[in-house]
């Protein structure tokens, strides 16, 4: 017998809670942020719809499912089944930390704060779960399928990501690299850079669209379901040993960019999460590209 749906609700720590365990008490979490001009009660609040949201969807689980949680810190240790119905609640970025743990499971995205989040990824109220988690689990859902990068080392380490992935120094240090791309018949060229930004259309509407608005780039970006990325190095500087003759650009299925590392040490790290990054080191090359699965969302 096949197992029944198993709801997994992810979510993440409230700045309320870190207050709380950073501080002890109430109290003195008022007192650190009223020093700095800040309400202890805005904060408490916005804890307080986060925790009712949560509890509204775990109610709305069928009885006949098995239901689970997992916070943000543990989604790397976290196994995710094929029955999975994963609800996400909380802000659209919690939405991409997830992404790059599945494997086509449906995503539920449940605004835990509206007003505050932009609802890109997050796009339901707390009240609609009761209809959407057995819509989900359904074989007639209908979900956005939300391309997704990866990035691949020559020792066969492998990063995805929903919005973008970053190549390039931890620090304030220079990215020193040798750029290929699989589509062109031109050299390899040598570059010295803050680092390079491989993203989906997903990323666009962040750190991707700042770097394309900064340069006033001709380019056009791809909408999140499109088999597209869009690439863009970091203020590349020109020297008798580098160039700047590439600096941006699209990847169509099977193209992929080639990063071949000069520096002593770069990493890899996809939505900002520099916590889970791949260590890249002189000689070694990575590959960024479309990755094969895509985040189902559903509507």
């Known amino acids: 017998m096949s197992l029944a749906p198993r709801a997994v609700l992810v979510h993440r720590t409230t700045e309320y809670e870190e207050l709380l365990a950073r501080h002890g008490t109430h109290g003195q979490a008022a007192f650190f942020l009223s020093a700095r001009g800040r309400s202890v009660e805005a904060v408490r609040e ?6 009712r949201a949560l509890a509204e969807v775990a109610a709305a689980v069928p009885l006949t499912w098995r239901q689970t949680r997992v916070e ?9 089944g094929p029955e999975d119905v994963v609800v996400v609640v909380g802000q659209d970025g919690l939405v991409a930390n997830a992404a790059k743990y599945l494997t086509g499971q449906p995503v539920i995205g449940i605004d835990a704060d509206p007003g505050r989040n932009a609802g890109v990824l997050v796009r339901h109220r707390a009240d609609r779960a009761r209809r959407l988690l057995p819509y989900a689990a359904g074989a007639g859902a209908t979900a956005d399928e939300l391309t997704m990068v990866e990035a691949v080392t020559d020792d066969a380490q492998r990063l995805l990501a929903l919005n973008e992935i970053y190549v390039g120094p931890r620090g304030h240090q220079t990215a020193r690299y040798t750029l290929d791309l699989d589509a062109t018949e031109a050299p390899p060229e040598p570059q ?4 390079v930004l491989v993203g989906t259309g997903t990323g666009a509407t962040g750190w991707l669209r700042s770097l394309w608005e900064q340069r006033s780039s001709a380019l056009t970006l791809p909408a999140p379901a499109d088999a597209r990325l869009a690439w863009f190095v970091r203020e590349a500087w020109p020297s008798p040993t580098t160039g700047t003759s590439r600096v941006e650009g699209l990847l169509d299925p099977g193209e992929g960019l080639r990063l071949t590392v000069e520096s002593d040490r770069l990493v890899a790290f996809g939505d900002g999460v520099e916590s889970d990054a791949l260590e890249l080191t002189w000689g070694q090359t990575v590959r960024l590209s479309l990755a094969g699965p895509r ?4 509507h």
């Open 192 to 195: 010295a850079s803050s680092g």
């Open 46 to 51: 916005r804890h307080e719809r986060t925790r």
């Open 72 to 80: 943000r810190a543990d989604l790397d240790r976290f196994l995710f």
């Open 295 to 298: 985040l189902r969302l559903v």
